[in-house]
């Protein structure tokens, strides 16, 4: 069983930057794959970005490319998700998400899931 609790959403100017957290806890957490998924109002929920166990290798949804990075911190068993030149339809819920086994862009596969941390985005 793996806990996730997500932190750093806000409300942020259009072009401004926020880094979103998700502390892990529970057995053996640094040996999952994470990800990133967000759900604005009125829209599914859809893939934003996710790593792989030891962080080597990351990928990002279209929108997001070269705007967002996502690390991890094994020994802090924290992931993070630095959003930089947000824009307002970056607004949204965004979720952490944990997964046994290889990284993974679908969110029916995952495992584990925080509560959400919004994220405003104003123009």
């Known amino acids: 069983q793996v806990q996730l609790v997500e932190s750093g959403g806000g409300l942020v100017q259009a072009g401004g930057s926020l880094r979103l957290s998700c502390a892990a806890s529970?057995?053996?957490?640094?040996?999952?794959?994470m990800g990133w998924f967000r759900q604005a109002p009125g829209k599914e929920r859809e893939f934003v970005s996710a790593?792989?166990?030891?962080?080597?290798?990351?990928y990002y949804a279209d929108p997001v490319k070269g705007r967002f990075t996502i690390s991890r911190d094994n020994a802090k068993t924290t992931v993070y998700l630095q959003m930089n030149s947000l824009k307002p339809e970056d607004t949204a819920l965004y979720y952490c998400?944990?997964?046994?086994?290889?990284?993974?862009?679908?969110?029916?596969?995952?495992?584990?899931w925080g509560q959400g941390t919004q994220v405003t985005v104003s123009s």
């Open positions: 998400a944990a997964r046994q086994g290889a990284t993974s862009l679908l969110m029916r596969q995952y495992d584990y």
């Open positions: 529970g057995r053996a957490s640094s040996s999952y794959a």
């Open positions: 790593i792989s166990r030891g962080g080597g290798n990351t």
